[in-house]
Structures are given as structure tokens and as C-alpha cells.
């Protein structure tokens, strides 16, 4: 399974290639991204990390935490 994840805003784009079942979480973790500071989004709706990867193509809006 192939998912390509644009980053949001410079246009970077990652290939994710997992095994059935995996989850946006999993990719995140896959990249190095902490999944607290990401929003995944499909066709302008949000996913849930948990959500298990069936989109071909995703965006990632990474957003920082100075907690």
C-alpha cells in the first residue's frame, strides 16, 4: 500500500509505503512526527490518526508546541 503525504505549507512530499491495517499514526511515527502535532486532511476533511490508510493521498499540517 502506497500513500503520498504532502506537508503543508512548503509542498514536501513523503512516500509511505505500509502494510495493510497500518494507521496515519504509524506513517507519522514512520517519518519522525510526533502525532500530537499533526493534522492529517483528505479531499478538505480530517482524518483521525487511527484511521487506517485507505486515501492514495493525504495533506499533513504540522503545527509546533512550546508546552
Avoid at 509505503?17 to 504509524?26: A, L, V
Wanted: with cysteine; hydrophobic share 35%.
Amino acid at each position: 500500500m502506497l500513500c503520498r503525504f504532502t506537508l503543508i505549507p512548503d509542498g514536501s512530499v513523503l512516500i509511505y509505503q505500509g502494510r495493510p491495517g497500518e494507521t496515519y499514526e504509524d506513517a507519522l511515527l514512520s517519518f519522525g512526527f510526533n502525532p500530537d502535532t499533526a493534522l492529517i486532511f483528505s479531499g478538505g476533511r480530517s482524518l483521525p490518526q487511527d484511521k487506517k490508510i485507505e486515501e492514495e493521498e493525504v495533506e499533513i499540517f504540522l503545527a509546533s508546541s512550546r508546552g
